[in-house]
């Protein structure tokens, strides 16, 4: 049995009722999500792109790589990834890649909901035109910080760096650069 509970613009939340293999019941709550992408955008002096940014869930001003939620389209699917990666990267930064490469996707928390999110690696970044710039939603006010590739994955494993998608991209980041180095 399913129960929708609320649907707001981006999170619908239920309450399952499932059978379990052995025929006992269980209830779940459940958060639905369209799903979101992930940014870990390295420049050419091997920096990477963090935004600071108030979260209320967390209550306070965590540091993150640039990410989004996938927008609906107007016949009710979901964005294409790799279009709001591309979207979500100059929002966050003012930056455009020339070279994009997804590195996987994962579910943010299982446990509880369906989000999956998609991480990319963006390089051959340039400056977006003033004129065409697109910016952060009217709600977000992020802080723009460039740091060394290993610093931000210092930051990661000190506990600065605290959410999961920013955790999981940095030392994904730190995988692909061990491995390009040693070749």
Known sequence: DRKVLYRGKFLEFRVDTVERADGTRAIRDFAGHPGAVAIVALDAEGRVALVRQWRLAADDALLEIPAGGLDPTADGSKEDPDLAARRELEEETGMRAGSWRKLGAFYSAPGFTDELMH??????????????????????????????????????????????KSVVGLFWLARVMDAEQAR
């Open 119 to 164: 991480l990319y690696l963006a390089t051959d970044l340039t400056p977006a035109s003033a004129d065409g710039r697109l910016g952060p939603d009217e709600d977000e006010r992020l802080i723009l910080e460039w740091r060394p590739w290993r610093d931000a994955v210092a930051a990661a494993e000190d506990g600065e760096i605290r959410d999961a």
